[in-house]
């Protein structure tokens, strides 16, 4: 096997081990690789967000506050996680691996020992090098470097196996109410959702449904997470982390995209 499909197979080895479970929970497949959970060291800590999915995001372009989009516009857009503060996969993964109140490692060396007493620590020396537990730094990246291939497993996060993806590759025909649906979703007089949401398939890959870009869409608060219960959290933070809050932000919150 080519190391590339080491680092698959280690990944999704990893992201499985039972003594990990319940932590990887709201990375789990059953949830399309996102939702909301306990975590950190005793299982007891909120998370601040809800976990984005993971799926689909083989084609997001690097993050940078002054994204063009196609209609024109320029602002946040691309990257990782919901605020692009993640510039790769790799950058992603590192996050949840270290962050107190994720898997609540202290260091990439802890999570290194941790990687050397586990099941599949020989495949990892088979892999990288009979010595490779002994450069932490190395074994890290490689770690890392795991999640990043699995997580560019067709099968598990773009299957592209909606209806509706069914429909591009001319497999099945759309009932008409289905296509009142389509129609109204790209009608830019009616739900106009598509100049968000697109629906044209790009460079010989099937629509994903999102523009990488950053709105305030006026989604409310979701009481389930702890981190809400204080008004000013969500402002200050993306304040804190952007400097600002785009304009385009503020005027689509305005705007109400979603309004009911
Ligand atoms: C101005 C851009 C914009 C328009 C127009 C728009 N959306 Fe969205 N939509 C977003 C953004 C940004 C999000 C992510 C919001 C979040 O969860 O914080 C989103 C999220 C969603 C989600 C949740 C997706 C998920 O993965 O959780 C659905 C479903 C959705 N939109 C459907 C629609 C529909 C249906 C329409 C048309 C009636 C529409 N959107 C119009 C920007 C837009």
């Not at 260091?107 to 599949?120: I, M």
């Not at 968000?196 to 006026?218: E, I, K, W």
């Amino acid at each position: 096997m080519d190391s590339w499909g080491y680092l698959r197979q280690i990944g999704q080895r990893r992201n499985v081990h039972p003594a990990r479970r319940r932590q990887s929970r709201p990375h789990s497949g059953l949830r399309h690789w996102a939702g909301i959970s306990n975590s950190g060291a005793h299982l007891e800590q909120p998370g601040t967000r809800a976990v984005p999915s993971l799926r689909y995001l083989h084609g997001a372009p690097k993050f940078s506050e002054t994204t063009r989009f196609a209609d024109g516009d320029v602002g946040p857009g691309g990257g990782f996680t919901w605020d692009g503060r993640a510039g790769t996969l790799k950058d992603q993964a590192r996050i949840p691996l270290l962050a107190s109140n994720e898997m609540a490692n202290r260091s990439p060396a802890e999570v290194v020992a941790k990687l050397g007493k586990s099941a599949y620590a020989p495949e990892f020396r088979e892999a990288f090098g009979t010595d490779i537990f002994e450069h932490p730094e190395r074994a890290f990246e490689v770690a890392l470097s795991a999640l990043d291939a699995f997580q560019q497993i067709p099968k598990e996060f773009y299957p592209f196996n909606s209806k509706y993806d069914a429909f591009l590759r001319g497999e099945i025909e759309l009932s008409e109410q289905e296509e009142r649906g389509v129609a109204l979703f790209k009608d830019p007089a009616k739900g106009n959702c598509a100049s968000c949401h697109g629906v044209l398939s790009r460079a010989g890959q099937p629509p994903v449904f999102t523009d990488y870009d950053f709105l305030n869409v006026g989604v409310p608060r979701n009481p389930r997470i702890a981190a809400n219960a204080d008004p000013a959290y969500l402002i200050w933070d993306c304040v804190a982390r952007h400097g600002a809050i785009s304009r385009r932000a503020v005027s689509t919150a305005a705007s109400s995209a979603h309004r009911p």
